[in-house]
T-cell receptor
Protein backbone atom coordinates (compact mmCIF):
# COMPACT_ATOMS: atom_id res chain seq x y z
CA UNK A 1 0.00 0.00 0.00
CA UNK A 2 1.20 3.47 -0.85
CA UNK A 3 2.33 5.53 2.14
CA UNK A 4 2.57 9.26 1.75
CA UNK A 5 4.41 11.53 4.15
CA UNK A 6 4.41 15.30 4.12
CA UNK A 7 6.96 17.38 5.96
CA UNK A 8 6.60 19.69 7.75
CA UNK A 9 3.16 19.07 9.22
CA UNK A 10 2.82 22.77 9.96
CA UNK A 11 4.70 25.83 8.84
CA UNK A 12 4.43 29.49 9.77
CA UNK A 13 6.36 32.09 7.77
CA UNK A 14 6.34 35.87 7.38
CA UNK A 15 4.90 37.29 4.21
CA UNK A 16 7.29 37.42 1.28
CA UNK A 17 9.33 34.36 2.15
CA UNK A 18 9.98 31.57 -0.31
CA UNK A 19 9.14 28.14 1.05
CA UNK A 20 9.31 24.45 0.20
CA UNK A 21 6.85 21.74 1.10
CA UNK A 22 7.99 18.15 0.91
CA UNK A 23 6.15 14.98 -0.03
CA UNK A 24 7.54 11.45 -0.03
CA UNK A 25 5.83 8.27 -1.12
CA UNK A 26 6.77 4.61 -0.99
CA UNK A 27 5.39 3.20 -4.24
CA UNK A 28 6.87 4.74 -7.38
CA UNK A 29 4.36 3.01 -9.68
CA UNK A 30 2.22 6.10 -10.13
CA UNK A 31 0.53 7.70 -13.10
CA UNK A 32 0.84 11.23 -11.79
CA UNK A 33 1.17 13.31 -8.68
CA UNK A 34 -1.05 16.22 -7.77
CA UNK A 35 -0.75 19.02 -5.29
CA UNK A 36 -3.90 20.48 -3.76
CA UNK A 37 -4.75 23.22 -1.33
CA UNK A 38 -7.57 23.02 1.10
CA UNK A 39 -9.15 25.93 2.88
CA UNK A 40 -11.05 25.30 6.12
CA UNK A 41 -14.47 23.79 5.49
CA UNK A 42 -13.91 23.67 1.75
CA UNK A 43 -13.16 20.98 -0.79
CA UNK A 44 -9.83 20.53 -2.45
CA UNK A 45 -8.51 22.91 -5.06
CA UNK A 46 -6.11 21.41 -7.55
CA UNK A 47 -2.87 23.36 -7.86
CA UNK A 48 -0.55 21.36 -10.05
CA UNK A 49 -0.55 18.01 -11.81
CA UNK A 50 2.70 16.33 -12.75
CA UNK A 51 2.52 13.34 -15.07
CA UNK A 52 4.81 10.45 -14.18
CA UNK A 53 6.97 11.21 -17.23
CA UNK A 54 7.49 14.83 -16.19
CA UNK A 55 9.90 16.28 -13.67
CA UNK A 56 8.24 19.58 -12.85
CA UNK A 57 5.29 21.86 -13.42
CA UNK A 58 4.93 25.57 -12.83
CA UNK A 59 1.90 27.74 -12.27
CA UNK A 60 2.44 31.35 -11.29
CA UNK A 61 4.35 31.44 -8.01
CA UNK A 62 4.11 27.69 -7.61
CA UNK A 63 6.59 25.13 -8.84
CA UNK A 64 6.30 21.41 -8.19
CA UNK A 65 8.96 18.85 -8.89
CA UNK A 66 8.74 15.09 -9.08
CA UNK A 67 11.47 12.48 -8.66
CA UNK A 68 9.51 9.31 -9.13
CA UNK A 69 12.45 6.97 -8.68
CA UNK A 70 13.20 8.31 -5.22
CA UNK A 71 9.57 8.79 -4.30
CA UNK A 72 9.78 12.51 -3.68
CA UNK A 73 7.97 15.65 -4.72
CA UNK A 74 8.38 19.22 -3.58
CA UNK A 75 6.11 22.22 -3.86
CA UNK A 76 7.93 25.53 -3.99
CA UNK A 77 5.98 28.69 -3.22
CA UNK A 78 7.67 31.94 -4.10
CA UNK A 79 7.02 35.26 -2.39
CA UNK A 80 4.40 33.87 -0.04
CA UNK A 81 1.26 35.87 0.69
CA UNK A 82 -1.32 35.70 3.51
CA UNK A 83 -3.80 34.31 0.98
CA UNK A 84 -1.57 31.28 0.61
CA UNK A 85 -2.50 30.21 4.13
CA UNK A 86 -4.14 26.80 3.78
CA UNK A 87 -3.43 23.10 4.07
CA UNK A 88 -1.46 21.67 1.17
CA UNK A 89 -1.88 18.04 0.19
CA UNK A 90 0.08 15.91 -2.20
CA UNK A 91 -1.50 12.90 -3.87
CA UNK A 92 0.54 10.36 -5.83
CA UNK A 93 -1.95 8.47 -7.94
CA UNK A 94 -1.75 4.93 -9.23
CA UNK A 95 -4.81 2.73 -9.38
CA UNK A 96 -6.07 4.66 -6.38
CA UNK A 97 -5.59 8.04 -4.84
CA UNK A 98 -3.33 8.24 -1.84
CA UNK A 99 -3.19 11.50 0.00
CA UNK A 100 -0.61 12.82 2.37
CA UNK A 101 -1.73 14.21 5.69
CA UNK A 102 -0.92 17.68 4.56
CA UNK A 103 1.15 20.66 5.53
CA UNK A 104 -0.72 23.45 7.28
CA UNK A 105 0.75 26.75 6.09
CA UNK A 106 0.25 30.09 7.80
CA UNK A 107 1.65 33.20 6.16
CA UNK A 108 1.88 36.06 8.60
CA UNK A 109 1.25 39.57 7.23
CA UNK B 1 -7.66 5.93 12.29
CA UNK B 2 -10.62 7.40 10.49
CA UNK B 3 -11.59 5.58 7.32
CA UNK B 4 -13.77 6.56 4.42
CA UNK B 5 -14.94 3.79 2.15
CA UNK B 6 -16.42 3.86 -1.32
CA UNK B 7 -18.48 1.25 -3.06
CA UNK B 8 -18.10 -0.01 -5.66
CA UNK B 9 -14.38 0.41 -6.33
CA UNK B 10 -15.01 0.02 -10.03
CA UNK B 11 -18.07 -0.33 -12.23
CA UNK B 12 -18.75 -0.90 -15.90
CA UNK B 13 -22.18 -0.05 -17.22
CA UNK B 14 -24.02 0.42 -20.47
CA UNK B 15 -24.84 3.83 -21.84
CA UNK B 16 -28.18 5.11 -20.58
CA UNK B 17 -28.14 3.31 -17.27
CA UNK B 18 -27.75 4.90 -13.84
CA UNK B 19 -24.97 4.12 -11.43
CA UNK B 20 -24.95 4.75 -7.69
CA UNK B 21 -21.71 5.27 -5.79
CA UNK B 22 -21.66 5.17 -2.00
CA UNK B 23 -19.32 7.03 0.30
CA UNK B 24 -19.24 6.04 3.95
CA UNK B 25 -17.39 7.40 6.93
CA UNK B 26 -16.74 4.27 8.94
CA UNK B 27 -15.90 5.52 12.40
CA UNK B 28 -16.97 9.13 12.53
CA UNK B 29 -19.90 11.26 11.53
CA UNK B 30 -19.71 13.78 8.74
CA UNK B 31 -22.30 16.45 8.14
CA UNK B 32 -20.43 17.39 5.00
CA UNK B 33 -18.83 15.23 2.33
CA UNK B 34 -17.18 16.21 -0.92
CA UNK B 35 -17.39 14.56 -4.31
CA UNK B 36 -14.64 14.83 -6.92
CA UNK B 37 -13.95 13.39 -10.32
CA UNK B 38 -10.86 13.05 -12.41
CA UNK B 39 -10.70 12.48 -16.13
CA UNK B 40 -7.62 10.77 -17.56
CA UNK B 41 -4.52 12.94 -17.41
CA UNK B 42 -6.44 15.76 -15.78
CA UNK B 43 -6.53 17.09 -12.25
CA UNK B 44 -8.98 16.01 -9.61
CA UNK B 45 -11.86 18.47 -9.65
CA UNK B 46 -14.46 19.19 -7.01
CA UNK B 47 -17.97 18.39 -8.22
CA UNK B 48 -20.17 19.12 -5.26
CA UNK B 49 -20.47 19.44 -1.53
CA UNK B 50 -22.88 17.01 0.07
CA UNK B 51 -24.72 18.31 3.12
CA UNK B 52 -26.54 16.03 5.52
CA UNK B 53 -30.21 16.90 5.68
CA UNK B 54 -30.13 19.53 2.95
CA UNK B 55 -29.43 19.96 -0.72
CA UNK B 56 -25.98 19.48 -2.16
CA UNK B 57 -24.01 22.44 -3.42
CA UNK B 58 -22.74 21.95 -6.95
CA UNK B 59 -19.70 23.52 -8.55
CA UNK B 60 -20.12 25.55 -11.68
CA UNK B 61 -20.53 23.40 -14.75
CA UNK B 62 -21.71 20.29 -12.88
CA UNK B 63 -25.25 19.24 -13.80
CA UNK B 64 -27.21 18.65 -10.62
CA UNK B 65 -29.92 16.70 -12.42
CA UNK B 66 -27.35 14.34 -13.84
CA UNK B 67 -25.28 13.85 -10.71
CA UNK B 68 -27.76 13.27 -7.92
CA UNK B 69 -26.34 13.51 -4.44
CA UNK B 70 -28.11 12.27 -1.35
CA UNK B 71 -26.63 12.66 2.11
CA UNK B 72 -29.17 10.56 3.95
CA UNK B 73 -27.28 10.06 7.18
CA UNK B 74 -24.25 11.34 9.02
CA UNK B 75 -22.16 8.46 7.69
CA UNK B 76 -23.42 8.00 4.14
CA UNK B 77 -23.49 10.08 1.00
CA UNK B 78 -24.42 8.69 -2.39
CA UNK B 79 -23.68 9.97 -5.87
CA UNK B 80 -25.93 8.69 -8.65
CA UNK B 81 -24.83 9.23 -12.21
CA UNK B 82 -28.10 9.23 -14.13
CA UNK B 83 -28.37 8.16 -17.75
CA UNK B 84 -24.64 7.64 -17.91
CA UNK B 85 -22.79 8.18 -21.17
CA UNK B 86 -19.23 7.33 -22.20
CA UNK B 87 -18.11 10.88 -21.48
CA UNK B 88 -19.05 10.29 -17.83
CA UNK B 89 -16.35 7.63 -17.59
CA UNK B 90 -14.07 8.91 -14.89
CA UNK B 91 -12.59 8.34 -11.50
CA UNK B 92 -14.94 9.50 -8.73
CA UNK B 93 -13.65 10.09 -5.23
CA UNK B 94 -15.27 11.34 -2.05
CA UNK B 95 -13.88 12.85 1.09
CA UNK B 96 -15.20 13.63 4.53
CA UNK B 97 -13.81 16.03 7.12
CA UNK B 98 -13.43 14.98 10.73
CA UNK B 99 -13.29 17.70 13.31
CA UNK B 100 -10.65 17.33 15.96
CA UNK B 101 -8.86 19.48 18.47
CA UNK B 102 -6.58 20.91 15.81
CA UNK B 103 -9.36 21.55 13.31
CA UNK B 104 -10.67 19.51 10.42
CA UNK B 105 -8.79 16.61 8.91
CA UNK B 106 -9.95 15.49 5.52
CA UNK B 107 -10.22 11.75 4.91
CA UNK B 108 -10.53 10.42 1.39
CA UNK B 109 -12.17 7.37 -0.02
CA UNK B 110 -10.16 5.13 -2.35
CA UNK B 111 -12.22 6.16 -5.36
CA UNK B 112 -14.58 4.54 -7.82
CA UNK B 113 -13.59 4.02 -11.42
CA UNK B 114 -16.61 4.27 -13.71
CA UNK B 115 -16.49 3.04 -17.28
CA UNK B 116 -19.54 3.63 -19.45
CA UNK B 117 -19.71 1.55 -22.62
Amino acid sequence: KQEVTQIPAALSVPEGENLVLNCSFTDSAIYNLQWFRQDPGKGLTSLLLIQSSQREQTSGRLNASLDKSSGRSTLYIAASQPGDSATYLCAPTGNQFYFGTGTSLTVIP
Amino acid sequence: GAVVSQHPSWVICKSGTSVKIECRSLDFQATTMFWYRQFPKQSLMLMATSNEGSKATYEQGVEKDKFLINHASLTLSTLTVTSAHPEDSSFYICSAPRTGGAGDTQYFGPGTRLTVL
